[in-house]
């Protein structure tokens, strides 16, 4: 089975730009969950989407949105980009829900804001 | 709400033993545990539900105590492949896994 693929690997943009992210999820997971990755931060929760409806939100501004479709592949948005959302954003797949599942995560993006 | 681990870090000799707590102040619905190497994605080594159950992964072994909501990850007989960054993961309800700041495991030879 392929894994959890993210697209791009890489992005760099400047402050006050938008930017999409990308995740297609292992071939039959139903729940598809977002991190943010920063040296001082460790792994930080974004949101947690299952059927198409997010489940669950983390404490990040509203410039961070999501959305997974029907196909399970789901989108992460940052709208007017900041310095500090330089990270890396790992998305990962379950076959459940993330409380009781194992989280298979991608490679992830890494974000850099300029 | 993000769980606390300890220690920070620990550097162990090859064959040498060490164990990582992971706690929480609110009653747990499960337990996760993952390891990240240096530039790869976290992955998955164990989940503890509800029930104080222990499980393993080859020579490393959890335990989950739910009444005082905490787990340990055991690292047996170290080797040198079990160097990395371990997290736990802990989940209040079905959504939403939370991370510690993870524990940095150095093995040397």
């Known amino acids: 089975k392929a894994g959890v693929t993210q697209t791009p690997r890489y992005l760099i943009k400047t402050r006050g730009q938008q930017v999409t992210l990308s995740c297609s999820p292992i071939s039959g997971h139903r729940s598809v969950s977002w991190y943010q990755q920063t040296p001082g931060q460790g792994l930080q929760f974004l949101f947690e989407?299952?059927?198409?409806?997010?489940?669950n939100k983390g404490n990040f501004p509203g410039r961070f949105s999501g959305r997974q479709f029907s196909n399970s592949r789901s989108e992460m948005n940052v709208s007017t980009l900041e310095l500090g959302d330089s990270a890396l954003y790992l998305c990962a797949s379950s076959a459940g829900t993330g409380g009781n599942s194992p989280l298979h995560f991608g490679n992830g993006t890494r974000l850099t804001v300029t | 709400q993000q769980p606390v681990q300890s220690p920070q870090a620990v550097i162990l000799r090859e064959g040498e033993d060490a164990v990582i707590n992971c706690s929480s102040s609110?009653?747990?619905?499960?337990v996760h545990w993952y390891r990240q190497k240096h530039g790869e994605a976290p992955v998955f080594l164990m989940i503890?539900?509800?029930?104080?159950e222990q499980k393993g992964h080859d020579k490393i072994s959890a335990s989950f105590n739910e009444k005082k909501q905490q787990s340990s990850l055991y690292l047996t007989a170290s080797q040198l492949s079990y160097s990395g960054t371990y997290f736990c993961?802990?989940?209040?309800?079905?959504?939403?896994?939370?991370f510690g700041a993870g524990t940095t495991v150095t093995v040397r030879a």
């Open positions: 503890l539900l509800k029930g104080g």
């Open positions: 993961g802990t989940a209040l309800n079905d959504y939403k896994l939370s």
């Open positions: 989407y299952f059927s198409e409806t997010q489940r």
């Open positions: 609110k009653a747990l619905y499960s």
